[in-house]
């Protein structure tokens, strides 16, 4: 056995053992996804699950707000960049890593990665006329002084790839990636404007700005005159690690786009992690988490028209116990909720549990047993029946959380 196969085999038998330890992160069936799709067999097709997610939507108005664009560069390393740290033995976590997004996108070794990622992409859509893929750009990390720094970087998604991704398949759009500390961030967010962007994405823990710094006013007054939403991450990240500044995904910093009037989603509703404040920032009072800090902001009245929530990811297993119950029963912002799913994270099986969302009391046995089943077909509509199932005390997420076209499309500059 060569040093390479065993340091990997170590690090799978080191995750394995801790997926046993905690037992709600390891599912019965199996660790890697089989990628059976994308049609669904006869009898998950029709039944009452699949049947009470769609029945009452119009596809063509449900726009997936959070899907990701990843490869390996076999395209073009210029347009695609992934870390090499991702296939070293001596990085067997971030090795891991990316052999499970691999395979939650059904895509191997043997094959053309970049081509292949996409290709599957629209093979999920086919069965499912009008549904939309909002395409994400991911930026690099940049430091403060506006250097970039692959070094502290997982991967890169250009724009110019995302747009001319988009640009092949009528039901693709595409979200842009700017670091605001870019010295050319202002013109590259305008060309992602004129072509074609429905918002901007950050990761401000990985890509390293602070959304509090006034070292992005600029960037937030153009993007209130283009009118584009900021997609960002908020609470801790884990998925996209090299930045290190956790602190930034403080929903609390994003103070200073709203006050200046951007509209701002919060990525996965901030449900992860305890609040970190920053030296001049304290502002935690009564909220010990970032889940708790972002359900605060979305009820202060002056952010009625410009904060919302992504509702990706919040039905993984770390983050379920904290958000689920309370962003069901809180009718009075689910007209401020957007569903996204975080395409290709819905296709790793380890990172859903459905006896643990059984034992929360948000699935039967029966309805959990066929919607975990779609997860080996179709990890999009996994993501939708899923979330269109969910239930607490009576209340559900409504149809409007996912017909969410109309906010993507709205590209008209504010008035005043």
């Known amino acids: 056995m060569n040093r390479r196969l065993l340091l990997s085999s170590i690090a ?43 029945e009452d939507l119009d596809l063509a108005q449900v726009w997936d707000g959070h899907v990701h664009l990843v490869g390996t560069g076999d395209g073009n390393p210029e347009d695609v960049w992934v870390n090499p740290a991702l296939d070293s033995p001596w990085h067997p976590l971030e090795l891991i890593q990316k052999r499970l997004y691999m395979n939650a996108s059904c895509v191997s070794d043997r094959q053309q990665a970049d081509d292949a990622y996409v290709q599957r992409l629209r093979s999920l859509l086919e069965p499912y006329p009008g549904l939309r893929l909002l395409l994400l750009a991911f930026d690099y990390n940049y430091d403060e002084s506006g250097r970039r720094r692959p ?10 790839y995302a747009q001319a991704v988009a640009e092949s398949h009528p039901r693709f759009e595409w979200i842009c990636s700017v670091h605001p500390y870019r010295e050319d961030a202002l013109e590259a967010l ?20 602070d959304p509090s710094s006034p070292r992005c006013d600029p960037f937030y007054q153009a993007m209130r005159r283009l009118n584009l939403p900021l997609l960002t991450h908020g609470g801790h990240e884990l998925a996209a690690q090299g930045g290190g500044h956790q602190a930034f995904g403080n929903p609390l910093l994003l103070r200073q786009a709203l006050e200046q009037g951007v509209r701002v989603i919060v990525a996965h509703c901030a449900s992860l992690g305890s609040l970190i404040d920053l030296p001049g920032h304290a502002e935690a009072g009564a909220a010990s988490s970032n ?35 309370p962003l069901l029963l809180a009718e009075d912002i689910h007209h401020r909720l957007l569903n996204g799913s ?20 948000l699935l039967d046995a029966d309805t959990a047993a066929v919607v975990f089943e779609i997860q080996k077909y179709n990890p999009l509509l996994f993501d939708l029946v899923l979330k269109r199932n969910l239930s607490w005390q009576g209340h559900r997420f409504p149809r409007q959380v996912f017909e969410t076209a109309d906010f993507f499309q709205r590209i008209s500059p504010p008035e005043g």
Request: hydrophobic content about 50%.
């Open 342 to 361: 975080d395409y290709p994270l819905t296709g790793i099986l380890p990172l859903f549990s459905r006896s643990q969302l059984r034992r929360l009391g």
């Open 190 to 209: 305008q060309w992602a404007a004129d072509h074609g962007a429905r918002a901007v994405k950050w990761l401000p823990p990985a890509m390293g700005m």
């Open 12 to 54: 799978f038998a080191a995750a394995g053992g801790a997926l046993w330890w905690n037992r709600d992160w390891l599912p019965a069936r199996g660790l890697l996804n089989p990628c059976l799709g994308p049609r669904l067999p006869e009898g998950i097709a029709a039944h009452p699950a699949v049947a009470r997610a769609l």
């Open 151 to 160: 070094d502290l970087s997982t991967f890169y998604i250009s724009n110019g």
């Open 291 to 325: 889940f708790q800090a972002f359900m605060r902001l979305m009820r202060e009245p002056a952010y009625e028209e410009l904060l919302f929530g992504d509702i990706s990811a919040i039905t993984q297993v770390n983050r379920a116990p904290e958000a689920l119950r």
